[in-house]
């Protein structure tokens, strides 16, 4: 009936289901775009027949399954062949070098296999596509190495890109021979072996990604070659040497990333002519020297200039307090960092007048002088610039400015003395009438937590943390920092400090003081003056989970171990759940945290985890909301934020509950929702749940897979998929279909038991299978067969 259909358009819709057999009938059809769907299901054999003249397919953006069927290679005209974005499997078939016309082959985030340990099988058969122009397969499952062969693909090839995969060792010099390429991704792979010099060959390459890999040797001079780079990554990776001056010569470089490597020698003044720099980060090496002014003032340095964790030295550039016409070109600049060097001189006061500035780092330098205390720097911590014995201000933890002398002394007896003195006693009699008014106004209000009388006196913190040294810093909290110390009775300690500067810290001292009191939450003591504000907790001495699921920083799954054990963890998720459970439903009054996140769980000494941080929670008698709550900011951290947060401000306790499945995914797989693989729709959520259960192996920590599941493996498998499981309860974004607390405490607790084998295996079956019907969680019925065991 459709035999003479040519075009078949029917992207960007809400279609499920299956892909109907019947199209094959369709023997006209030239392009097929079905793209940006909910279907599911294999992709038919029989939609591909012999006959068909099929041109472009695109299939993108579904949950399609399955391998790529044979029968798509009966179409010998196609030309585009778009699969990206969906669960498709197995090996990725040779058979696409009978594709002759293709053009273009897109299967970024799939689940395809290489097929081989030693090459890429299916980039050889590639060789026989003449006319391609673009391979775009990262987020796969690829292994083994590239092969030579790499250099007789298509000399109209625009786009490698095979990121995010498992390609192990060196790349050949033979892509030196891909001269066309605009785009270059290997990035987090298992890169070995050097950077190629014929890297330079690669005359129109616009962005060259090869970070995270374990890439070493020099940075190839013949980079500097590459005239219409805009975009170089090199970042995290052993790569030492020199940065090459032939850097200078790149002229169209927006961003260059180096960070994190073992690079030395000093900064190239010769970047400064890399004018169109709009990020630039050379932070984690061994760089020495000053700080080139030419690269200081880079008039278009909008978002990043990174320069921390490295041994520069000497004053910070004139030319970073930049004449009017300057400072406007970077009124955009967000992050500057050059903390941790050998810097001397003044703070310039013209970085009072940089407005975008988020982030300001100069600690453990040589800098001297007063601290500024406009602009900008009214929102920055003091750790912003400690470490710099020669600094002084208004700023707790450092020492105060001489008074500037006066240059008559007679002027400041005759005049001022007799002027002040008056002042000082009208203000004095004003003063006593407001602190009377504010005693009263306070009593009613906001009454003490019950801890006593304040044991200690701030020199007494001074004491306990080493001036607040950096070296007892513990971790940075929401409006403060946490420092360890020792009080003067040998009482380990964490201290909160509140940054007083800013007007939402001095409310969350408030908040947490009402919280902690009401929730009878263990606190030793406070201190609160005019210029400080710090709450006083019992050490908790194994820290944050955080720290325990990345020990060595953020991007430790590339190395260090995680050493909690599966019973571990699953002993933590239980542990929150039943503080999180407490504060929303058995609490005098309701408590939602707002803020759950491994940084904000501590850990005991033997492993019990305990929640903290209430400096943005709120509470809730009834249908009402503490006052805090009704600002129009986002309450809680980037990646945990419930997403119905962002359209109404209006917390619940679902939205814990939402942060708390993200942080039980975080603890089972140790990555950060925020993690850089998370882009484009991409999320932590989709990126376990594309793998649950049949292939959870692929995104679980591996910690598991060489620990307890070579113990008993399949039982151990089997409760890392039902923990797991109970993270992606909440398939569906609505808060009304997400469990409680109470559920989800009561599921782990038989879950715990059934490992441990206390409690039969088939309860824990029994109580989701429950729960699942009961509040209708867990999407549809297909969804939920999928949580059977």
């Known amino acids: 009936m459709l035999s003479q259909l040519r075009v078949l358009y029917l992207h960007l819709n809400h279609l ?82 009978n594709l002759r016309a293709l053009r273009a082959l897109s299967l970024w985030s799939n689940q395809f296999v290489s097929g081989s340990t030693t090459s890429l099988p299916f980039l050889t058969a590639l060789i026989n596509c003449s006319f391609l122009t673009q391979i775009d397969c990262d987020d796969n499952h690829f292994t083994g190495l590239i092969p030579s062969s790499v250099g007789h693909l298509s000399t109209h090839l625009e786009i490698l890109n095979l990121g995010y995969n498992r390609i192990r060792r060196e790349f050949p010099p033979q892509i030196g021979y891909l001269t066309n390429l605009t785009l270059l991704s290997l990035n987090i792979n298992l890169l070995t072996g050097v950077i190629p010099s014929a890297i330079g060959k690669l005359q129109r390459l616009e962005r060259l990604f090869l970070g995270f890999n374990n890439s070493q040797g020099n940075i190839p001079t013949e980079i500097g070659q590459l005239k219409n780079l805009g975009v170089l990554s090199l970042s995290h990776n052993n790569i030492s040497g020199k940065i090459p001056d032939s850097l200078s010569y790149l002229q169209q470089i927006r961003y260059l990333y180096l960070d ?92 009072e007048k940089l407005t975008a500035l988020q982030h300001l780092n100069l600690s453990i330098n040589q800098l001297s002088g007063e ?159 005019l210029d400080v504000k710090a709450l006083i907790f019992p050490l908790v001495p194994n820290g944050s989970l955080d720290i325990f699921l990345y020990p060595a920083g953020e991007q430790s799954s590339q190395g260090q171990l995680c050493h909690l054990d599966l019973i571990q963890r699953l002993s933590i998720a239980l542990d929150v759940a039943q503080g999180m459970e407490y504060l929303h439903h058995r609490c005098f009054v309701q408590v939602i945290h707002c803020d759950l996140k491994p940084s904000n769980v501590l850990l005991g000494e033997d492993m019990t985890a305990f929640l903290t941080d209430f400096g943005i929670s709120s509470l809730s008698l009834g249908n009402s909301i503490d006052s805090y709550t009704s600002t129009h900011t986002l309450k809680g951290s980037i990646g945990y934020i419930a997403p119905e947060y962002g359209v109404s401000g209006h917390v619940t306790t679902k939205g814990d509950v939402y942060s708390y499945r993200i942080m039980l995914l975080e603890m089972m797989t140790r990555k950060k929702p925020t993690g850089s693989i998370f882009i484009e729709g991409m999320n932590l959520h989709k990126w376990v749940s594309r793998c649950f259960p049949n292939t959870i192996d692929d995104v679980v920590d591996r910690n598991f897979l060489s620990g307890d ?54 309860t824990f079956q029994i109580e989701l299978s429950s729960l699942l019907n009961s509040r209708n969680v867990g999407g549809n019925d297909d969804e939920s067969q999928s949580f059977s065991f």
């Open 260 to 351: 994190t490597n073992e690079l030395t020698g000093t900064i190239p003044s010769g970047l400064g002519d890399c004018r169109k720099l709009e990020a630039l980060d050379l932070s984690s090496n061994k760089l020495h020297g000053r700080i080139p002014p030419q690269v200081a003032v880079l008039p278009n340095l909008l978002f990043r200039f990174n320069l921390f964790s490295n041994f520069l030295e000497g004053p910070l550039p004139a030319e970073l307090s930049p004449i009017p016409d300057s400072l406007e070109k970077l009124k955009n600049l967000k992050d500057l960092d050059f903390s941790s060097n050998n810097l001397s001189g003044r703070i310039p006061l013209t970085l």
């Open 709 to 762: 599941l070579n113990n008993d493996e399949n039982k151990a498998l089997n409760c890392l998929k039902k923990l797991i499981c109970v993270g992606l309860l909440c398939t569906k974004e609505s808060p009304e279909e997400r469990p409680s607390m109470i559920d989800i405490v009561k599921i782990l607790h038989i879950l715990k038991d059934s490992f441990l084998g206390v409690a039969s295996a088939t």
């Open 16 to 97: 499920t289901g299956e892909i109907a057999s019947s199209l094959s009938n369709c023997t006209s059809l030239e392009i097929m775009s079905v793209a940006e769907n909910h279907l599911s299901g294999e992709i038919p054999t029989k939609l591909f027949s012999k006959t068909i003249h099929l041109t472009n397919l695109y299939m993108g953006g579904n949950n399609f399954s399955g391998r790529i069927p044979v029968s798509l290679f009966n179409c010998s005209q196609l030309q585009f062949l778009v699969l990206p974005n969906n669960q498709l499997s197995g090996i990725v078939p040779t058979e696409l070098g």
């Open 371 to 529: 601290v500024p205390k406009h602009g900008v720097f009214k929102k920055l911590y003091v750790t912003s610039f400690t470490r710099n014995l020669g600094l002084c201000g208004p700023w707790v933890m450092l020492p105060p400015c001489a008074a500037p002398k006066h240059q008559s002394l007679r002027y400041l007896q005759t005049v001022l003395i007799p002027i002040g003195t008056g002042v000082f006693v009208i203000c004095c009699v004003v003063m006593f009438f407001m602190w009377r008014c504010y005693c009263k106004t306070r009593s009613v209000t906001l009454k003490p937590f019950e801890v006593g009388p304040q044991k200690v006196s701030f020199q007494e913190l001074l004491a306990a943390t080493d001036g607040f040294n950096e070296a007892n810093l513990l971790r940075v909290g929401s409006f403060g920092k946490v420092f360890k110390g020792v009080l003067q009775d040998g009482t380990m300690v964490a201290i909160k400090v509140l940054n007083i500067l800013d007007e939402y810290a001095r409310k969350s001292f408030d908040r947490e003081c009402n919280i902690l009191r009401r929730v009878r939450l263990k606190i030793i003591t406070s201190y609160l003056d």
